[in-house]
């Protein structure tokens, strides 16, 4: 019985590497002023057009139970067991839809073999635990080993972002309208992060400049204290040559080529066309929970 895992759209992973490692990939709905736009960070020049020349905050929808049972069904059917991973529990209903979906699946092939876990992240971070899944499973590796191996890369992996403004931040209702005001006046910049399965402030600096020297020292301590590097990407939210200059940076610290990796509609809705960052591996596990807000 080989194992098949599968994710949803908010991993932004290139259709390449889905084909590649067979992954199959439940989407999330993204509706901005009445038109629907895929998830795909491939494919999201006009989301964010849109989005920069609308006044309103876009609305996502999670996958529904019968899309990722669809997906859990045609795999049990073939013979394979199934890893699902997916977006944390605390920021979209997906892991919720996708329980039920492995319930609606073993209620018609109760021998099936079906685990799902809780990326607690989202996006590249989310990607970096669904390539380790499928690579896991691709390398022969059982459910209960291929569970255990993307537990460990969740354990290991950080993700750091700075959005460019700080409006849709506050369309999104995630600060008020003072914050976002006094925030603007004084140059703050953010430095987010996911911790707990939660999105949260990891910094405040001034300046996009600092934010990203923050953003590399941060990377190269992790780096030095948890025994190495292991993989490490730039990510954007519309904004390709910002991330290009950004890979640079940290290539330049790492040593190795980094990457960029597009963010797509369903995530860069809430932080906005404009931000930049990094997701990383270290080879020891790392305590996201210590933020320094």
Do not use: W
Request: glycine share 8%; aromatic share 4%.
């Amino acid at each position: 019985m080989a194992v098949k895992v599968i994710t949803d759209s908010t991993s932004y992973l290139p259709s390449s590497i889905r084909e590649e490692l067979d992954l199959g990939v439940a989407h999330v709905r993204c509706v901005l002023d009445g038109i629907e736009y895929p998830d795909d960070a491939e494919d999201c020049e006009a989301f964010f057009r849109a989005l920069e020349a609308s006044s309103a905050m876009p609305t996502t929808s999670q996958p529904t139970a019968g899309e990722i049972a669809a997906l859990m069904e045609e795999r049990v059917v073939a013979g394979h067991a199934v890893v699902g991973v997916f977006i944390s529990a605390k920021l979209s209903g997906t892991i919720e839809s996708a329980r039920l979906a492995r319930t609606m699946v073993l209620e018609r092939y109760p021998e099936a073999v079906i685990e799902i876990v809780d990326s607690e992240s989202n996006s590249t971070e989310l990607g970096f635990a669904v390539l380790t899944a499928a690579r896991a499973a691709a390398a022969g590796e059982d459910v209960a080993g291929t569970v255990a191996t993307t537990r460990r890369t969740i354990e290991r992996s950080r993700l750091l972002f700075v959005p460019s403004t700080l409006e849709y931040l506050r369309r999104g209702g995630r600060i008020g309208n003072a914050m976002a005001l006094v925030g603007s006046i004084l140059r703050i910049r953010p430095i987010l992060t996911a911790a707990d399965g939660t999105t949260t402030v990891f910094a405040r600096v001034r300046t996009m400049e600092r934010a990203l020297a923050t953003m590399v020292a941060t990377l190269s301590t992790d780096i030095a204290a948890k025994g190495g590097l292991a993989q490490v990407s730039a990510l954007h939210i519309h904004a390709p040559s910002a991330a290009q200059a950004l890979a640079e940076r940290v290539a330049a610290v790492v040593g190795v080529t980094v990457p960029v990796v597009p963010v797509g509609p369903a995530i860069g809705a809430h932080v906005g066309p404009g931000a930049v960052g990094i997701a990383y591996c270290t080879n020891d596990p790392m305590l996201k929970s210590r933020i320094r807000a």
